[in-house]
Nanobody
Framework: QVQLVESGGGSVQTGGSLRLSCTTS????????MGWFRQAPGKEREGVTT???????????LYADSAKGRFTISRDNTKNTLYLQMRNLKPEDSAVYFC??????WGPGCRPSAVTDFDYVGQGTQVTVSS
């Protein structure tokens, strides 16, 4: 059974930082494309970032324009954990952040615009940025 469990959300002021974690189980973590998307109230899901798995060579992070220069995705294959370091947060970053994984997403399928449709999704963690 595949499980993804996010943690690390919270409330910060504009310009602050947070690091989200996503602990996974139930599949060969290192081989799978993983990523983050977010959803704010009344808005559609927005892909934030992806990180390719070892099945395609691995190590390729991609970012949506809204995340470039401020967010960093990383993965620790020894701990089966995905991270999202967020810096210089803005009120418009406030949303529920979801970790997602998809064993069939590789190559062009492992990209931020596709992460909202990934097969496996965690329960989400709330991020609130106040001005």
């Amino acid at each position: 059974q595949v499980q993804l469990v996010e943690s690390g959300g919270g409330s910060v002021q504009t310009g602050g930082s947070l690091r989200l974690s996503c602990t996974t189980s139930g599949y060969t973590y290192s081989r799978v494309c993983m990523g983050w998307f977010r959803q704010a109230p009344g808005k559609e899901r927005e892909g934030v970032t992806t990180y390719s798995g070892s099945n395609t060579g691995g190590g390729l992070p991609l970012y949506a324009d809204s995340a470039k220069g401020r967010f960093t995705i990383s993965r620790d294959n020894t701990k089966n954990t995905l991270y999202l370091q967020m810096r210089n947060l803005k009120p418009e970053d406030s949303a529920v952040y979801f970790c997602a994984a998809d064993p069939s997403a590789w190559g062009p399928g492992c990209r931020p615009s596709a992460v909202t449709d990934f097969d496996y999704v965690g329960q989400g963690t709330q991020v609130t940025v106040s001005s």
